[in-house]
């Protein structure tokens, strides 16, 4: 592998039967085996044979509307604890979750994370979002979320707490003399202090350092502020676009803005979202296209279009192209994504129903249709020609997906140079070649903390 | 197994390297991998060899003051994190884990430990405690904790809330019809519509119904404010009592309270914290027990009591009584266990630094020291005795303390009809004998959940 020809960054994202809307009802799909470990595990155990760089598992914070959940699945595990019993099933492979800042608390989500990537050898990484939906906010006590600058300049905080949270004990504070009966070594504790707009933390964390320095971090803002949170914060970026063109326009976009943070560029590691399609020709390719097209129920399509847009889209034609309707400023959800479909409707002139299983089946991330030689040919057409560092793969349905990924498209990425044989590390942060910057905050102008006072009782004494 | 002669119910208390203050220095005690996964998951392993009934993982939301984490092991995994990893690392064995009430949300415990049920194919179960410490508060933007009695206020609430969530989804509501492209029955899914003085939640959950119903509810409390809430609400109790006597006592009590909820005695499992010392002969257990005695720090001790009784004990006699200063309204943390603390204290007549060696040996459980037979037959006198329905089993140091009691006591207790040869069912609620009450919230006049009605969009259409 040379430097000129860098290898490909590949993470798994495991989302229930698969990406299409109507995975589920695909005959190959696991529909009934979703809710068991054993089939959790198989997955996350595929993806580590075929050597990914991680898993990936997403989140929302409520049940989808009433007649989407009748149509598929929308359930979620909550994702640390589904990804904690992946790390118990695996060994080599990096494991990230999604974790929301606008309802949790830091300590919390600090411990959860800290205490994963210590247990798996240092394999956690976490996926920040703000969460989009209004009904998330109804199971915490809110009456609707909080605005998208908000979210942000909350998730800012809650990321920096979170951080100086894992870094509170460092890394050689344990000390375990049995002889001198000192366990830890209390000035290489240190207490956090934080007091600001959205949160107070004393701290430290009672979770010691893990191997790996601390868990990677991955993001996916799409918005101008979303991209400018992860130029400044994230290692890892998911991307979700529909073709090489816009893919190469976020990519510059965010890497711009991560050299303007004064980020390396090579600290960045762009994924975009690709739906791989793979048939021995490229006939058998599309007929497996076409038959899980046929799956779709179209009102489903409308339902779910109907949510991203944040708009009833069922009484409208669906043979006649997208109504004019549609003002970004009120979209209080995904508003980067939100643009994309916008745009795939004008740019590819597709009616509502046509526009609706689009969405349907890739989102707005892109499918890559062909034998496995065309889909590594187009792979490398992103990595060489400026669009992404790799990719997050996403399945129409699961398991198969999956298999047909890692048996057939991963050995010719391993065969060209451009994908590893073999783990070469054991750290998340060694596959993704992303050391730990124990520095990092520092620079950002968060001062270093205070030593661990002294605290005998837990009430002042009488 | 005859109903006069019931069986033990038996948990694990896996605590790092065990529950003596000193245990880290023991040679056989796992000071050097006790952050690893292999560690914990052989511990959980072994656990289930010897067919207990329920692994059980505590949990602080602090790191407790400095001299002590000089001095011993005080960090705490994130206990869901952990008891995910040891679902996938077990088959049959129950798995609970504590959370705090004072500190989260109930829309994520109840997916956490929802997950963790379904995931572990019914071996969930939640040990409900309010938090005790003033630091725990510091790490959440508060200044102190909540006084006890809204602490336990709060608690109820939250259990309440936590428990309609889990029921928000019917048994059968997913029907996962390919022919038709349903996959859930909107009507089998419902919101709660909770509206409370501490919480207001939507619902419905967004994770399914778990095989064993919902997990099984285990508490600890010890004052009458906690026994109360306990006889109320918990399905286990955890126990601390030093000797059959005071175990006796609080079982009746505890009995009777839930008798005068309107509960059948049989649906509440008391276990008191037991620590079995094992040894070829009684003189070779006391040994080993003098050699415990022999790496507690005497300073550390005293600290520790120090906190227990919230209270800076070093500058007193450590060869003189307790002195007399102390008033149970003060203590805001474990009044209960203060209370017992204090007890042991007078009526055995200890000297300070006594005491604190006791309570750095035991907290306020129990010791048993001899023979396997020994300690067999004193806990046939507990349970024969009405002092208990089982035991949670503390160990002195990990692993030793749980080999000798899983390969010299247990085998006795299955010999003599006392203990399952083998696990008999598949969930936790399974092995305790304690089946899932679906009518058991409205008994207590929460109303029916209301139909999930229709959310198409998240922002309401224009
Ligand atoms: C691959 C990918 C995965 C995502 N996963 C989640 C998720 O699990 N939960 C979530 O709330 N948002 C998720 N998002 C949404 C992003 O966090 C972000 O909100 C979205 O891309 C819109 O960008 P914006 O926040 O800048 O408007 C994901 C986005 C992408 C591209
Ligand atoms: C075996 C046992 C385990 C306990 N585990 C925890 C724990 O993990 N976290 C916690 O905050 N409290 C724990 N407690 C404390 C109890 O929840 C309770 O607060 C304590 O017994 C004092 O009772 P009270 O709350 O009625 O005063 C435990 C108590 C016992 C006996």
């Not at 240190?190 to 959205?198: A, K």
């Not at 109907?306 to 009833?312: K, R």
């Amino acid at each position: 592998m040379t430097p000129e020809r860098p290898p490909f960054v590949l993470s798994f994202f495991q989302d229930k039967v698969g990406h299409d809307l109507a995975a589920w009802r695909h005959p190959e799909a696991a529909t009934e085996t979703v809710l068991t470990l054993e089939y959790q595990a198989r997955l996350a155990r595929t993806a580590e044979r075929g050597k990914f760089d991680m898993v990936f598992l997403a989140d929302a914070l409520t049940l989808l509307p009433e007649n989407n959940s009748a149509f598929t699945t929308t359930f979620y595990f909550e994702p640390l604890v589904l990804l904690a019993t992946l790390a118990a099933a695996t060994k080599r492979i990096g494991l990230a979750a999604t974790v929301s800042t606008s309802y949790g608390e830091p300590y919390h989500v600090a411990r959860a994370f800290g205490t994963l990537d210590l247990l798996s050898g240092g394999r956690g990484a976490w996926n920040v979002v703000t969460s989009m939906r209004e009904s998330e906010a109804w199971n915490f006590g809110r009456e609707g979320s909080l605005d998208h600058a908000t979210r942000y300049e909350r998730a800012q905080e809650f990321l920096d707490v979170v951080r100086l949270l894992w870094r509170s004990w460092e890394p050689d504070a344990i000390v375990a003399d049995r002889a001198s009966g000192r366990f830890a070594d209390p000035d290489k504790i240190h207490p956090i202090r934080h007091r600001g707009r959205h949160f107070a933390v004393e701290g430290p964390l009672n979770v010691p350092r893990s191997p790996q320095g601390e868990p990677v971090i991955v993001q996916a803002g799409a918005s101008s502020i979303g991209k400018a949170f992860a130029a400044r914060n994230a290692e890892v970026i998911f991307a979700s676009t529909p073709d090489l063109r816009s893919a190469r326009a976020f990519y510059a976009d965010v890497k711009e803005a991560a050299v303007a943070e004064g980020r390396r560029p090579e600290a960045i590691k762009i994924l975009p979202g690709m739906i791989p399609i793979v048939g021995r020709t490229r006939a058998e390719a599309e007929e497996k296209h076409r038959f899980l097209k046929g799956l779709l129920l179209p009102e489903a399509a409308i339902r779910y279009l109907s949510q991203w847009l944040e708009t009833d889209l069922s009484g409208f034609d669906p043979d006649r192209p997208l109504p004019d309707i549609f003002d970004i400023e009120r979209i209080r959800g995904q508003k980067g994504r939100f643009a994309n479909i916008i745009d795939i409707s004008r740019r590819e002139k597709l009616t509502l129903g046509a526009l609706a299983a689009r969405v349907a089946a890739t989102r707005t991330h892109c499918f890559m249709v062909g034998t496995a030689e065309e889909i590594a040919d187009e792979m490398e057409a992103w990595l060489d020609g400026g669009g992404c560092d790799g990719f997050n793969i996403l399945t129409t349905h699961l398991p198969a997906g999956l298999d047909e990924f890692v048996d057939e498209v991963v050995p010719l990425l391993q065969e060209r140079g451009r994908f590893r044989a073999d783990y070469e590390h054991e750290t998340l942060r060694g596959h993704l070649g992303l050391p730990f910057d124990e520095a990092s905050l520092e620079r950002r102008g968060v001062s270093e903390a205070p030593r661990y006072h002294a605290r005998l009782t837990e009430t002042a004494s009488a």
